[in-house]
């Protein structure tokens, strides 16, 4: 017997639209944590263990984010099913490889993952704004961590400017 779930019933947006768009940023999460916890293995340069303590730390947290994506999807009737290889496709803020081991520049590539993240979450949140309250209020707690890890990432930036003149 199939069992209507309310969940599923009280979203006033297109739920394909809305798993498309789930999809892409749990691609983008994944690619995230990647991109973070490759850093800080990687890290050198003045001040490397600050760097790399921040860089495992978001990395974590992108790795929640990617767990309550996940989480929504499936809720919604959506599967996850995506290979590591698939995340390129279906991402939406292109992460790029990390090609340097040098902490300011890997600060730099991590910025502006976290820009591109911020940009998308603020559009999906004002989407969703009272059509979708689960959804919304999902997004709205990581589109606040992505804003801290801006900025956490932009203050160790600027130290390392000044320690480095």
């Keep these: 017997m199939a069992i209507k779930l309310m969940a599923r019933q009280i979203i006033e947006v297109d739920q394909k639209d809305l798993l498309k768009k ?30 790399v303590a921040e860089l495992i730390e978001h990395a974590n947290e992108e790795l929640g984010h990617a767990q ?3 989480n929504r999807i499936i809720q919604l009737g959506g599967t996850v099913t995506m290979l590591p290889s698939e995340w390129s496709k279906f991402a939406g803020c292109k992460y790029n490889a990390v090609k340097s081991e040098n902490s300011l520049t890997i600060l730099q590539e991590n910025i502006k993952g976290e ?19 689960v959804t919304a209020n999902m997004i709205s707690k990581i589109l606040e961590d ?8 932009v203050t160790i930036l600027e130290d390392l400017s000044v320690c480095c003149k």
């Design 22 to 51: 789930l999809t892409t940023a749990f691609a983008d999460e994944w690619s995230a944590y990647y991109q973070y916890w490759l850093g800080a293995q990687i890290a050198k340069g003045v001040m490397r263990g600050v760097v």
């Design 68 to 70: 309550m994506i996940t």
């Design 115 to 133: 820009q591109c993240a911020i940009k998308f979450y603020d559009s999906l949140l004002k989407e969703l704004h009272c059509k979708d309250f």
């Design 146 to 153: 992505e804003v801290k890890h801006e900025q956490d990432l």
